[in-house]
């Protein structure tokens, strides 16, 4: 019998941008919904949610150890996936970590925690 | 049909509750829509009118929608979408506008992808996406071009122009025809 099982994969994309403290314009959040809904159906959320530094949400992108905690509002978006598909999940992540100019995304798999680094070649949304 | 003849069509169809016009100005057409999808859009003109935090709609319309298992190709989720991206900006979540929002949907509407736009004009589809992401410019030359390969004009607006037309009364006024129908 096939095991029906998902990781619950909870993950945080964050309101403003990390270079210039700039809400995201209209458009990004609309190619961040078309690719989570043609990778994954049956998404739920988002919910924004408030996040303090380092501390409140362990595993999410800090600014660095030296410099102080940064307020930060986030989304919040709630997807269970089959194992094999949470590969294709941290790699749209890191494509929208790009277009949200962000330099990590928060990724809870199963209840735990990761940071995913980004980098340029990981591509955009 | 000309392109004054098609604009002036359109106006009227605005007009009539027949269309629903985006912060872009994309129209949508309105008229093939099914009774199921008219009660759904009134329920979520309802909710709408309450001015609900920007997230916690997102979340209750796409909840529905989901339910529904129409394609996300149908009128009803851009305007859904359309709705939401209101909200953010009034609610100061969201940046404005501004080209890029309106490039992204023209090549949408025209071409249906960007990836069959940069195939057919020869953008570079990597630099297409960071300049949607904000991470890199197109030169005004390259704009224009562009833009007017796209069947439109570069104008300036005031600012106050564009929060009207990004405002979420504006919507709740344009669904108001197609709900009550």
């Known amino acids: 019998m096939r095991d029906e099982r998902r990781p619950v994969c909870t993950f945080l994309v964050p309101l403003v941008r990390d270079s210039d403290r700039q809400p995201h314009p209209p458009v990004l959040w609309r190619l961040l919904q078309d690719a989570l809904l043609d990778a994954f159906a049956g998404l739920s959320g988002p919910e924004t949610v408030m996040y303090v530094g380092r501390e409140a949400v362990e595993g999410a992108w800090f600014p660095g150890i030296d410099e102080a905690p940064v307020e930060d509002q986030s989304r919040k978006y709630t997807v269970a996936i089959p194992e094999e598909q949470v590969d294709e999940l941290r790699a749209l992540l890191r494509r929208a970590g790009n277009s949200f100019d962000q330099r990590a995304m928060y990724l809870e798999v199963a209840g735990y925690a990761e940071c995913l680094e980004v980098q340029s070649e990981d591509g955009y949304l | ?181």
């Not at chain 2, 003109?45 to 319309?61: D, G, H, I, L, Q």
């Not at chain 2, 991206?85 to 309106?102: E, F, H, N, S, T």
């Not at chain 2, 090549?107 to 589809?125: A, L």
């Not at chain 2, 704009?143 to 390969?149: C, D, E, I, T, Y």
Request: glycine content about 4%.
């Open chain 2, 1 to 181: 049909m000309a392109t004054f003849e098609r604009l002036a069509s359109e106006r009227k169809s605005i007009v009539k509750g027949l269309v629903y016009e985006t912060i872009t100005g994309r129209t949508l057409d309105l008229r093939d829509l099914s009774g199921r999808e008219r009660t759904f859009l009134a329920a979520v003109r309802e909710k709408y009118r309450e001015k609900p935090e920007w997230s916690r709609f997102s979340a209750w319309w796409t909840d529905r929608f989901n339910d529904s298992e129409w394609e996300d190709d149908s009128p009803v989720f851009r305007i859904c979408q359309d709705l939401e991206a209101r909200l953010g900006i009034a609610q100061g979540k969201v940046a404005a506008p501004d080209y890029r929002d309106y490039l992204a949907d023209l090549i949408e509407e025209r071409y249906g992808s960007r990836y069959r736009f940069c195939k057919e004009t020869g953008v570079d589809p990597g630099h297409l996406s960071r300049v949607l992401a904000s991470r890199s410019e197109l030169s005004l030359r390259t704009l224009q071009s562009l833009v007017q390969n796209l069947g439109a004009a570069l104008i300036i607006q005031r600012q106050d122009t564009v929060a009207q037309t990004s405002s979420p009364d504006r919507a709740i006024e344009r669904l108001a025809t197609v709900a009550s129908s």
